[in-house]
T-cell receptor, first 112, second 114 residues
Framework: QKEVEQDPGPLSVPEGAIVSLNCTYSNSAFQYFMWYRQYSRKGPELLMY????GNKEDGRFTAQVDKSSKYISLFIRDSQPSDSATYLCGSEGGGSNYKLTFGKGTLLTVNP | DSGVTQTPKHLITATGQRVTLRCSPR?????VYWYQQSLDQGLQFLIQ???????AKGNILERFSAQQFPDLHSELNLSSLELGDSALYFC?????????????FGPGTRLLVL
């Protein structure tokens, strides 16, 4: 079992829809959680990260972590065609463990 | 543009060969990370260097090695290449260590082993 599991999709939604992307993880030592966005033929770019459980909001994006259920979520409100990309969830152990572990990514297409 | 540069962009080689991938981090960034991305395994962390020293190791094969030079650029050496090594190799850099420091990814090197 991979330490971070993510449904690869693909996920196709109409413009303006609310998108929910989800991951689960198995390592209780993970403390930092992040979402990266990767456009086709580009490197990943950090969208947001959260520490421990809770929500974090940045514009149309909300990241949510529930450590009790080991569940990571990213919500995109009012989705736009420019949001079409692969979204990668990731985790880091914190402390002196700098290893990042990623899910396989979910391919999202937002149709105009 | 993230400010991280990687060369070459594409590389085609044969099994058994050795290649070197190069990464120049963003100006001022001391940490360099190497990742491998394939369809079946996703994005996998290989190794991290901080100011010339190895700091973290992931699922890096013994046939692979890396180093960070005094000018902070880094090289990833892949030897005795196998078909399964075909993948996208990304370099990322940050001004510190860990997820609390944003990692900026380069455009990647696409390696095809025939």
């Amino acid at each position: 079992q991979k330490e971070v599991e993510q449904d690869p999709g693909p996920l196709s939604v109409p413009e303006g829809a609310i998108v929910s992307l989800n991951c689960t993880y198995s390592n209780s030592a993970f403390q930092y959680f992040m979402w990266y966005r990767q456009y086709s033929r580009k490197g990943p770019e950090l969208l947001m990260y959260t520490y421990s459980s809770g929500n974090k909001e940045d514009g149309r994006f909300t990241a949510q972590v529930d450590k009790s259920s080991k569940y990571i979520s990213l919500f995109i409100r009012d989705s736009q065609p420019s949001d079409s990309a692969t979204y990668l969830c990731g985790s880091e152990g914190g402390g002196s463990n700098y290893k990042l572990t990623f899910g396989k990514g979910t391919l999202l297409t937002v149709n105009p | 543009d993230s400010g991280v540069t990687q060369t070459p962009k594409h590389l085609i080689t044969a099994t058994g060969q050795r290649v070197t991938l190069r990464c120049s981090p963003r100006s001022g960034d001391l940490s360099v990370y190497w990742y491998q991305q394939s369809l079946d395994q996703g994005l996998q962390f290989l190794i991290q260097y901080y100011n010339g020293e190895e700091r973290a190791k992931g699922n890096i094969l013994e046939r692979f090695s890396a180093q960070q030079f005094p000018d902070l650029h880094s090289e990833l050496n892949l030897s005795s290449l196998e078909l399964g090594d075909s993948a996208l190799y990304f370099c990322a850099s940050s001004d510190g260590q860990g997820a609390r420091k944003t990692q900026y990814f380069g455009p990647g090197t696409r390696l095809l082993v025939l």
